[in-house]
C-alpha cells in the first residue's frame, strides 16, 4: 500500500512536504501543477509516483469536508481547545496548557504540520497574546507507538481477564459471554 511507501525523491521545500502550506481552500488549490510528484518505493521494491493525492489525504485532518464530513477540522479542535485555556483568568496551570501542542501518533509523522499548525492557529486567533509552540515528535519509536502501546496493554493480566473471552467460556455460555464482556 502507499501507506506503507517510502519517498525516495525529497519533496521541495515550498510545499512544505505533505501537508499543503497555508490553508488550501478547496480542492482545486490542492491539484496546482506546479507542486512536485514524489516517488514512493512501495515494500515489494515497485515504484509509484503520486499527483495531488498525496495532499489530499493529508489535507482531510484540516477540512473533513473533503470527505463529505461534516466533523470539524484539527485547527478548529485547537482553537477551541485554546480558547478554553485563554478563558483561565486566575493564570493557573489551563492557561498555561495551551501554549504548547505536541503532536504524537501516526500523522504527526507528516512533513510540515507543525509549521500548517502554526500558520493556521496564527490565521484563526489573530487576537491571542501568546505564541502557541507546536511540536511533532520525530523519535524513530513513533513509527511503532502503536504496536508497542497495543502489546503491553494486551500483556496486562487485567486486561486480558476483562476484555477476553476464553473458548472454554464461550462455549459453555454462548453469545452472552461476549455481551457481558462489551456491554
Known amino acids: 500500500t502507499a501507506a506503507a511507501a517510502t519517498p525516495t525523491t525529497a519533496v521541495p521545500a515550498p510545499m512544505e512536504g505533505v501537508v499543503a502550506g497555508g490553508r488550501a481552500p478547496t480542492t482545486t488549490a490542492l491539484t496546482s501543477s506546479s507542486t512536485a510528484r ?8 515497485r515504484t509509484i509516483q503520486l499527483g495531488f493525492e498525496h495532499l ?15 466533523g470539524v ?14 478563558g483561565d ?15 504524537m501518533g501516526g500523522s504527526s509523522q507528516l512533513p510540515g ?8 492557529l496564527r490565521h484563526r486567533l489573530p487576537t491571542r497574546q501568546r505564541e502557541v509552540y507546536v511540536s511533532c ?18 500483556c496486562l493480566p487485567s486486561f486480558v481477564d ?8 464461550y462455549e459453555e455460555v454462548g ?6 464482556r462489551c456491554c
Open 175 to 180: 453469545p452472552l459471554a461476549i455481551s457481558k
Open 137 to 154: 515528535l520525530h523519535q524513530a519509536e513513533r513509527w511503532h507507538a502503536a504496536w508497542v502501546g497495543g502489546s503491553i496493554l494486551a
Open 38 to 45: 514524489p516517488v514512493y518505493t512501495l515494500p515489494d521494491g
Open 89 to 103: 483568568r486566575d493564570g493557573g496551570s489551563l492557561r498555561a496548557l495551551g501554549d504548547f501542542v505536541l503532536g
Open 56 to 70: 489530499r489525504s493529508s489535507e482531510v485532518l484540516f477540512q473533513p469536508a473533503l470527505l463529505g464530513s461534516r
Open 113 to 120: 504540520l507543525g509549521e500548517r499548525l502554526v500558520h493556521d
Open 73 to 86: 477540522g484539527m485547527v478548529d479542535m485547537l482553537c477551541d481547545v485554546l480558547k478554553v485555556c485563554d
Open 162 to 169: 476483562n476484555n477476553f473471552v476464553s473458548r472454554a467460556e
